[in-house]
DNA sequence: ATTAAAATAGTAATGATTCCTGATTTTGAA
DNA sequence: TTCAAAATCAGGAATCATTACTATTTTAAT
């Protein structure tokens, strides 16, 4: 029953603190895997399920079928890129009034809200106008 | 290229908008099969996602690994309960305004933004009361 | 050092969704 | 009406993320 001390769930966490986006598993098991050969995926998983219900990293869903994860457990937001694929943080004060807001024509308890913003990140939208054929700069 | 009519895809459509909750693949599935006893799953599939495109019904995500389905296009919020995993939906005003305010301090272009509320429903919460041992009404 | 609980590696299983293929429908024109 | 091309279908195989299983190893308290 008590948690005991694991040098692969220490790893795993360390990498993500290392980490300003949001890597997947599977990010996270390609990277321990270059200081720690042998770790099994499975591994990655059941920590980071383990460590998500400890409050120790958050677990992010952008509804692109993959879990996300962020060593950052304070409250902020997220934003996906819909071209790349990137999770990014996003500046923005927090939005709890909201659940006040829903709950007036609700029966039932809203415990919370989720949100996260969508669009074209910085560098996309770059290298799309860079690579646009109606008069980027090329070279 | 031109898109041709098929009975499977009007049943479909027809069946969600019968719905006020927001089904599953599989739920449509089960049901359309009533009345068309072979259709397959993966002519489900299809034509959600075909319908979804043209913009005729809704894919909702809320993080529970399965995709629902609206027929109601119209921009409105949905409430997750956590205990029964129904999606229903909740009046509110639209939140539009949300990315504009992400949008201040961010680099890129925000399209738009994803919410959803969770917690406890109206009919999970009398079951729970009912079902407490502190308190509820027996008989 | 001993030992029971916890954790691991490796692999199999699951579940939602997509892809593939040969057969069937739909539709517009002859 | 007949016909052929394009679209769609049914059924099943494949994919992908994730979870479950099991024999072995690690941890930590005695």
């Not at 949001?22 to 998983?45: E, F």
């Not at 120790?56 to 879990?67: F, N, T």
């Not at 409250?75 to 790349?84: A, D, K």
Request: hydrophobic letters at 35%; aromatic letters at 8%.
């Amino acid at each position: 029953m008590a948690l005991k001390h694991s040098r692969q769930r220490e790893m795993i966490k360390e990498f993500l603190m290392t980490r300003t986006d949001h890597p997947t598993a599977d990010i996270v098991y390609m990277n321990v895997r270059k200081q720690h050969p042998n770790i099994s995926l499975g591994t990655v998983y059941r920590n980071l399920t383990l460590l998500a219900d400890l409050g120790e990293i958050k677990r992010i869903r952008v509804g692109d079928g993959v879990d996300h994860f962020d060593a950052d457990t304070s409250p902020h937001y997220h934003f996906v890129c819909t071209e790349c694929g990137h999770v990014t943080d996003l500046q923005m004060k927090n939005l709890d009034e909201l659940v006040t807001l829903a709950g007036a024509n609700f029966d039932g308890q809203i415990a919370g809200h989720v949100t996260y913003f969508y669009g074209i990140c910085g560098d996309c939208g770059k290298a799309g106008r860079d690579a646009s054929p109606a008069g980027g700069a090329y070279h």
